[in-house]
């Protein structure tokens, strides 16, 4: 199985490569972007725009995260929920300054899909069993092979892809967003 380095490298010969790579994080950006906006489709939007400006800036990676592209890819999620939230912040105090009724998306950035958002990635990951924390650390933000995490957590590398995978499906459980309640709600709208 080829790095998510090797596969950045090879995505400007090989079409194939970038989907690889997406494959391997669009559902955890989804679920992101989902957790913080609460709405399926502006997380859709938000992630499909995080894998748009991750292949324009593809030259521009710098890997500070031993061959993996996770933590690129969650900053530039992590951005565009920031300017989603600034650009409509200022698009409505300039049309309430020129008294101009703007059309509405059906999802409006709000503020409080920052609150927490760094903090919700933490907290997520320092939740898992240790075993299970240690093995996805090993592969998502060292890029490490099963092999070599079956080593360090000396265990065999299926134990390890085993570790790997259920800790992951527990992030993303982690990650999802949650249904607001009718109390929620109400005091939303005040």
Known sequence: MRTDIE????????????????DRYAQAIHGFCRKRTGDHEAALDLTAETFAQAWQSRHRFVDQRAGS??????????????????????????????HVRADR???????????????DLEAALASLPAAQRSAVELRVLHDQSYQQIGAALDCSPGAARIRVSR?????????RPTRPTPATRTRRAL
Request: aromatic residues 8%; positive net charge; glycine residues 8%.
């Open 69 to 98: 592209v996770g933590p690129w890819l969650f900053g530039i999620a992590r951005n565009l929920l920031l300017r989603a939230v600034r650009d409509r912040r200022i698009h409505a105090e300039a049309s309430a300054r020129l």
């Open 7 to 22: 596969l950045l490298v090879a995505s400007d010969h090989d079409a194939h490569a970038f989907r690889e790579l997406y």
């Open 105 to 119: 998306a059906a999802v409006a950035p709000e503020q409080s899909w920052l609150d927490g958002l760094d903090a």
């Open 167 to 175: 800790g992951l499906t527990a992030l993303r459980g982690k990650l």
